[in-house]
């Protein structure tokens, strides 16, 4: 094995166990066992325990036997056989029922997070049918390469429960449905704090360039002239769509609340709701339905108090940004289709006459900026690039009929020049108008 597969196996332990406390799911496990009188363990994806000997739960006789035969060879069997089941297990996304080398029944549960299979509850071991002779003699073939001696494992099986196909399903999905809301619980709460940790780290390095800039201009009144020009960036590149540049302006406003307050946490929770405002008001401003903003904000105004750290306020006010520019989104998404519709409603109604680019615009009340970039971004062609296109499919369908000359065609669709007509109409169809009628 190399270093890098045995390193790739120790990191998917590891992470089960940074995931959820080791003595949380040993207690889990102890309890269903108590409940239930049956052992469970929690494997990596090769099948091994994440626990160790101490902490692992005692197995059955049967099994501490098996796997004492031959210096281990069968506790490789037994891990080989819990890798198998756990990918079963995890391509259904289901528990799965099987029965292991050396002949009893034990189910694995996939643990899934975030789509990754990081390891497998197993538990077991059980028989689901009273033994009957043939049983021994095929429980005696299993085994032949482990032992001659079947004595003591015969006897040990002899005293395994007996379950029935809705008990042993019963108590596969209760293990499969509590492990993994745990993990899920964990998996959230570390992805939490991984986030607290980058915005602490994000924001303590925009603090050391706030002073830096201070320290270079050392001017004591920029602090207020520099929060409002900010402030009017911030709001100015939310209406402009630019969300990019908006989310950076965001970050150094909070940055500036925290150094100025630095630890007077209510005057940084009072700094941060008015900075919340401003947003609320620019989102608004930028697309986002009033009743959506509404409850962003008044959702942000209840958390807030219960912070008790600037990291808290800080993770908190980056996700309300990112809520306010996704419902500018929804509703811009929205409004866009709606504002496309009647340019091109407007282009068929008109396109007979030299419109510009700013008639049109004005006709379904939007900025040349706004309405070029929308419809660019949704059709792939310039607005004025469109009226070309409506022309020219117009222009087709008159050279078909016959009786109407190229000057008259051209003249109908708003061309004071023949022959400029010709041109635009041989470089976007590849063929002149009158060699387009003759093949039509």
């Known amino acids: 094995m190399t270093d890098k597969s045995q390193q790739a196996k120790l990191s998917k332990r590891a992470q089960l166990l940074d995931i959820v406390d080791k003595e949380l799911l040993i207690k889990i496990l102890n309890a269903f066992t108590k409940a239930t009188d049956l052992t469970a363990n929690i494997v990596d994806i090769q099948g091994r325990s994440i626990f160790s000997r101490e902490d692992a739960q005692k197995s059955c006789r049967f099994c501490r036997i098996i796997w004492e035969k031959e210096k281990e060879k069968g506790l490789t069997r037994c891990m080989g056989a819990y890798e198998r089941a756990g990918k079963q297990a995890a391509i259904f996304g289901e528990p799965y029922i099987f029965r292991c080398p050396a002949g009893l029944i034990e189910w694995a549960a996939p643990i899934i997070i975030n789509g990754q299979h990081l390891g497998t509850i197993i538990c077991g071991q059980v028989l689901m049918w009273e033994p009957e ?3 021994w003699i ?8 482990l032992t001659v001696d079947f004595y003591e494992l015969i006897d040990a099986a002899k005293k395994l429960k007996v379950l029935t196909v809705e008990k042993v399903q019963g108590a596969a999905d209760l293990l499969y449905v509590t492990a993994n809301n745990i993990m899920k619980y964990g998996y959230e709460n570390q992805k939490q704090k ?8 994000l924001l303590n390095e925009e603090i050391q360039n706030r002073k830096s800039l201070e320290e270079k201009l050392s001017i004591q009144s920029i602090s207020l002239n520099y929060s409002l020009e900010k402030e009017r960036d911030l709001v100015s590149k939310i209406k402009l769509g630019d ?3 908006a989310k950076t302006i965001y970050q150094t406003l909070l940055a500036d609340i925290f150094l100025k307050e630095a630890a007077k946490l209510n005057k ?51 996700k309300t940004f990112d809520l306010f520019l996704q419902a500018i989104k929804n509703n811009s998404n929205a409004s866009n289709r709606l504002a496309i519709r009647g340019i091109k409603d407007y282009i068929l109604e008109n396109y007979q006459e030299n419109t510009s680019l700013e008639e049109i615009c004005d006709a379904v009340f939007l900025s040349p900026n706004y309405a070029s970039k929308i419809f660019k971004d949704d059709q792939g062609m310039t607005i ?12 087709k369908r008159l050279l ?14 708003g061309y004071s020049d023949p022959s400029y007509f010709t041109k635009v109409f041989r470089r976007k169809i590849g ?8 093949q039509s």
Not at 138 to 145: F, V
Not at 279 to 294: E, P, T
Not at 400 to 413: H, N, Q, T, Y
Not at 431 to 438: E, F, L, N, S
């Open 384 to 395: 004025m690039e469109y009226v070309t296109k409506v022309k020219l499919e117009e222009a």
């Open 243 to 245: 969300f990019e540049g």
């Open 138 to 145: 095929e429980l005696r073939q299993m085994n032949k390469e």
């Open 268 to 318: 940084i929770k009072a700094r941060v709701l008015e900075l919340g405002v401003i947003l609320s008001r620019a989102s608004v401003d930028g697309g986002a339905d009033l009743n959506q903003a509404l409850d962003i904000s008044s959702t942000f105004l209840m958390n807030v108090g219960c912070y008790e750290t600037m990291e808290e306020i800080d993770l908190a006010a980056i």
């Open 194 to 201: 991984q986030e607290m940790a980058l915005q602490q780290s």
């Open 431 to 438: 063929m002149t108008p009158t060699q387009y009628r003759k």
């Open 400 to 413: 078909r009929m016959p009786g109407i000359s190229v000057e008259d065609i051209a003249e109908k669709l």
């Open 133 to 135: 002779e043939f049983f």
